[in-house]
T-cell receptor
Framework: GQQLNQSPQSMFIQEGEDVSMNCTSS?????WLWYKQEPGEGPVLLIA?????ELTSNGRLTAQFGITRKDSFLNISASIPSDVGIYFC???????????????FGKGTHLIIQP | DSGVTQTPKHLITATGQRVTLRCSPR?????VYWYQQSLDQGLQFLIQ???????AKGNILERFSAQQFPDLHSELNLSSLELGDSALYFC????????????FGQGTRLTVV
């Protein structure tokens, strides 16, 4: 199945640094989402984006829905140790409010924070 | 706690066998989604049910099937198991058909030996 191209694959950063990761696709998606997964857990939704160009924040996290609808970005400001985990982007082609469609996931960005 | 319950948490079985994974969605959620997560393929959408009926199919093998019961719980049946079927299987649920609203369970780790 199609996958989203997510980069970087992993990041080793110092506590307090800002983090940026992105996701691109050759196809258009109508909804973009960002998830975080920790060991032994299922993915947890962080941010959902429904409109091209939309910029949405959730605490120290900010995500953008690319204007072409083929990409999305996630930024984490002032990273802290509990930000460690794997971050996944996901896209859905179905329109908000209707249409059945599963999510297409990127392969994840593994975030490691050095104190 | 997402409110989605999956059982069992771990399952070890032999090649050629058949297993059933169970999912109880969040209270009131009508949609159930099944995903497979493996190291090489990542997270892959398998199938969606909405209020008892199949709504969407992803990369689900013919050896795999699912159903959603009147009480809205769902089961994923995996048969003629192969070593490559070893993976984490996640169930997610949402109140409507939009997968963007879905909350994931903790998964079932299947090991085929």
């Amino acid at each position: 199945g199609q996958q989203l191209n997510q980069s970087p694959q992993s990041m080793f950063i110092q506590e307090g640094e800002d983090v940026s990761m992105n996701c691109t696709s050759s196809s258009i998606f109508n909804t973009w989402l960002w998830y975080k997964q920790e060991p032994g857990e299922g993915p947890v939704l962080l941010i959902a984006l429904y409109k091209a160009g939309e910029l949405t924040s959730n605490g120290r996290l900010t995500a953008q829905f690319g204007i072409t609808r083929k990409d999305s970005f996630l930024n984490i400001s002032a990273s802290i140790p509990s930000d460690v985990g794997i971050y996944f982007c996901a896209g859905q082609r179905g329109r908000a409010g209707g249409g059945a469609d599963g999510l297409t996931f990127g392969k994840g960005t593994h975030l490691i924070i050095q104190p | 706690d997402s409110g989605v319950t999956q059982t069992p948490k771990h399952l070890i079985t032999a090649t050629g066998q058949r297993v059933t994974l169970r999912c109880s969605p969040r209270s009131g959620d009508l949609s159930v989604y099944w995903y497979q997560q493996s190291l090489d393929q990542g997270l892959q959408f398998l199938i969606q049910y909405y209020n008892g009926e199949e709504r969407a199919k992803g990369n689900i093998l013919e050896r795999f099937s699912a159903q959603q019961f009147p009480d809205l719980h769902s089961e994923l049946n995996l048969s003629s198991l192969e070593l490559g079927d070893s993976a984490l299987y996640f169930c997610a649920s949402s109140p409507r058909t939009g997968a963007y609203e879905a909350f994931f369970g903790q998964g079932t780790r299947l090991t085929v030996v």
